[in-house]
């Protein structure tokens, strides 16, 4: 299935808007500060997705009709309407998915995701008795702001509006990762304790092993198994080295811990571990290793440059999270990535690359 249509109504710019997409890549241009972000931060909402932030009156449509501000509380409503791809089976896992949320079930063509930011309605009378008496918008939106905004409740539902139902089970099957304009990648690269180039390597070792398709389940967990033990017993060795070191001056560190009482009831402290492959990528870093022999870390690259590689690190990680084999029910069944200025730092040459990496990766069935 892929996002036919968004309908927007009283969210930031839009007052009432409808804007149709097609399957696989697609892309918004305007000029400025016509609602490209807007458009994309609208459908995270519907998709679950959060920056942290609560919405807020800046984020309702500024209405100045005076007499549709008395008769309702200003409300966002965002229907986003998702149709079956060509070709695509009935029994499709994306189907099945949606299949309670169909507009119309006999059909199984389309179904909707809805979002809606709106006064509780416990509250609207009061809402319309406070603002009866108002001459201007500023007034009821003073109003709102100081009296009523905080009491506004955000809720997701699906299907059609006479048999809406919950989507939240839904939405966690849905990948949508957002990348804003104003972002610098580098603090969140080329570490291996970075959540994001973590879970990628995590996913990618190994990797022959986990897709080989002559191989059953528990085959490939077993050789997967034998393969985390073997680094275990070979990294002992360095461990026990490592203990040996410090000996010495752990004994020095047992007699402070002795004097501060930190021995209480005999329990003493000590140090033991071993290290697996995931505590070993902390100390890999993302070099770049060029033709003549030369090699930089990757931060001191270019801002397009680190943003690319950013983008198919967490391409990468879309990846692995819709892998069933790899995440097993778990797994998300719909992933979208929306880039907002995705040209941002790069040469046009470069932005025609990345766009025709997009589609590929599409076609691909890599990431949809």
């Not at 309407?81 to 896992?93: I, K, P, Q, Y």
């Not at 070979?234 to 080295?241: G, I």
Request: charged letters at 25%; glycine letters at 6%; hydrophobic letters at 40%.
């Amino acid at each position: 299935m892929y996002i036919k249509e968004i309908k927007i109504s009283n969210f930031r710019n839009f007052r009432d808007a409808s804007v149709p997409f097609h399957e696989g890549v697609n892309v918004i241009i305007g000029h400025n500060n016509t609602g490209k972000s807007n458009l994309l931060r609208a459908m995270g909402l519907v998709l679950g997705y959060s920056d942290g932030h609560r919405l807020c009156t800046s984020d309702l449509f500024y209405e100045t009709d005076v007499t549709k501000l008395q008769q309702q509380s200003p409300r966002i409503q965002i229907t986003l309407v998702l149709r079956r791809s060509e070709g695509e089976a009935l029994d499709s896992v994306e189907m099945g998915l949606f299949s309670s949320m169909m507009v119309d079930p006999a059909l199984s063509e389309e179904a909707e995701l809805r979002y809606e930011f709106k006064l509780a309605d416990s509250q609207e009378d009061n809402y319309k008795a406070d603002v009866a008496i108002a001459t201007t918008a500023k007034e009821i939106w003073k109003i709102i702001d100081h009296d009523y905004i905080r009491l506004y409740r955000s809720s997701r539902s699906g299907g059609n509006q006479a048999a809406s139902i919950s989507v939240n089970d839904i939405l966690g099957q849905i990948d949508f990762q957002f990348l804003d304009a104003i972002r610098d990648v580098s603090h969140d690269l080329y570490a291996g304790y970075n959540p994001l180039l973590r879970d990628v390597l995590n996913f990618f070792i190994d990797y022959s092993v986990k897709n080989d398709s002559t191989k059953t389940e528990d085959e490939i967990k077993e050789q997967l198994k034998t393969l985390r033990d073997d680094f275990v017993q070979q990294s002992n060795p360095l461990m026990q080295t490592l203990q040996n070191r410090l000996q010495n001056g752990k004994n020095v560190f047992l007699k402070y811990a002795l004097d501060t009482g930190a021995t209480f009831n005999g329990a003493v402290p000590d140090f033991d571990g071993t290290v697996t492959e995931n505590e070993m990528f902390a100390v890999l870093r993302m070099i770049i290793r060029y033709a003549v022999g030369i090699e930089v870390p990757a931060t001191y690259n270019g801002l397009g440059y680190n943003n690319l590689i950013y983008m198919s690190l967490l391409l990468a990680r879309m990846q692995a999270d819709s892998s069933i084999t790899y995440m097993k029910r778990n797994a998300k069944v719909l992933s979208f990535l929306a880039v907002e200025e995705c040209e941002a730092h790069l040469h046009p040459a470069m932005q025609y690359k990345f766009l025709q990496f997009l589609q590929d990766n599409n076609a691909n069935g890599h990431v949809r």
